[in-house]
């Protein structure tokens, strides 16, 4: 789990947070733009207020909020259109509550009414803005709270008939609010990260999966002795070219080899020489399909190959005498060869037709048998087509 594990670090490193702050920007954007929209409403709309409770600043607290935190949201808002980090737009939209922070504060401390001692207390709003309301980065809601805090602590000694018992009182208040909005602010900033990083590792492994899905769904369609396709990727082929077809069927040409006296190669030279020969026959084999063809290891020794289309008589038999030729162009040494010399060689049968359902298929693939076992009653090493092909 190595994401998850960058959680229980100090701070994630600079490449995992820029990626972070990329892939949440689109997400993160539009809620941030929101919540400063309504916090400007509920900002300006206080200038109300203010003046409901200290009639004696009125004018100073409009003018203030107006004159500086208003072109302030403005320019805030066009920022967040600009083309950097997410990250930089919530810096800044925390750095406008603290200016904001800084302009109630002075306008505050210029009433003379002593209502304004519990009125006081709503400085404490703004402590919770820069937390849990904007819910910033974890190192941004610790700074910004410092300015808060500082700007609120040193305000207070300069309202009217504000006592140190008073300070106390806030305080008491105060220090609790601040912590626990940082300890909120902590997890929800962790919790973020962690949820991120935890869906990094899912998607990680769902890509680790699909990839293994991948190679083993290949293992199952190859033959692992010569690398050719299986019976069953040829059955998944017959299947996909019938459902394709239409009631006028596909055309399909099947050729199938037999490696001849391949018992006797076995029984003489072992299963390891055996099994060599199976792979140079299906290296030639290889050579010789296109990209259209379908080369199968049908059985033991025996090998089809399912080309697309029919193609005239001529060109089936010139393309299986290919395949007999380039298989004994091996010159694959074998015990029955005596004094003439005899190399490993194959017979092939083939047959084409338009089929129609996997039925009228494997009558195609018992036809190409039909004509390889005659080939075999011939004397081996011979291509034949079967009668059906005209």
């Known amino acids: 789990m190595k994401y998850i594990q960058e959680i229980s670090r100090r701070r994630l490193p600079a490449t995992i947070r820029a990626e972070y702050d990329r892939e949440r920007h689109d997400a993160r954007l ?28 009125a004018w100073r607290t409009f003018i203030l909020r107006f004159s500086i935190i208003g072109p302030l949201t403005i320019l805030l808002l066009r920022f967040y259109r600009q083309p950097v980090s997410i990250r930089l737009k919530e810096g800044a939209s925390v750095l406008v ?32 803005v820069v937390t849990i309301v904007l819910t910033p980065p974890l190192e941004y809601g610790v700074a910004a709270s410092a300015v808060v805090t500082a700007s609120v602590y040193t305000t207070i000694w300069f309202l009217p008939d504000a006592t140190t018992d008073y300070v106390l009182f806030h305080l008491a208040v105060g220090v609790p609010t601040v912590v626990l909005t940082l300890i909120a602010n902590y997890r929800f900033s962790t919790e973020a990260v962690r949820l991120y990083l935890q ?96 080369a199968c290891r049908f059985g033991g020794e025996e090998f089809l190959i399912l080309r697309p289309g029919v193609a005239p008589a001529a060109s089936i038999r010139t393309f299986a005498e290919e395949i007999r030729q380039a298989v004994e162009a091996l010159s694959i040494r074998h015990p029955l060869a005596g004094r003439d010399g005899m190399a490993v060689t194959v017979s092939v049968g083939a047959s084409a037709d338009i089929v129609t359902s996997e039925e009228t298929f494997l009558q195609l693939i018992a036809q190409a048998d039909e004509a390889l076992y005659t080939a075999k009653r011939h004397g081996r090493n011979i291509s034949l087509l079967h009668q059906s092909i005209r």
């Open 199 to 294: 869906n990094k590792d899912l998607d990680r492994l769902h890509g680790q999966l699909l990839k293994q899905h991948g190679e083993l769904e290949l293992v199952s369609q190859s033959d692992p002795l010569t690398g050719l396709t299986n019976r069953r990727s040829l059955d998944a082929e017959i299947h996909r070219l019938t459902a394709a077809s239409n009631s006028t069927g596909v055309p399909v040409t099947v050729l199938l080899l037999d490696i001849d006296h391949f018992k006797e190669y076995n029984d003489r030279f072992g299963h390891l020489a055996g099994d060599e020969c199976l792979k140079l026959v299906a290296d030639a084999l290889k050579k010789l399909v296109s990209d259209d063809d379908l």
């Open 97 to 128: 509550v603290c200016i904001a922070t800084v302009v109630w504060c002075v306008a505050i401390g210029g009433t003379a009414s002593p209502v304004v001692l519990n009125y006081f207390y709503a400085a404490l709003v703004f402590q919770m």
């Open 30 to 57: 539009p809620v941030l733009r929101t919540i400063t929209l309504l916090l400007a409403l509920f900002y300006f709309s206080y200038t109300a207020v203010d003046a409901w409770f200290l009639p004696d600043i």
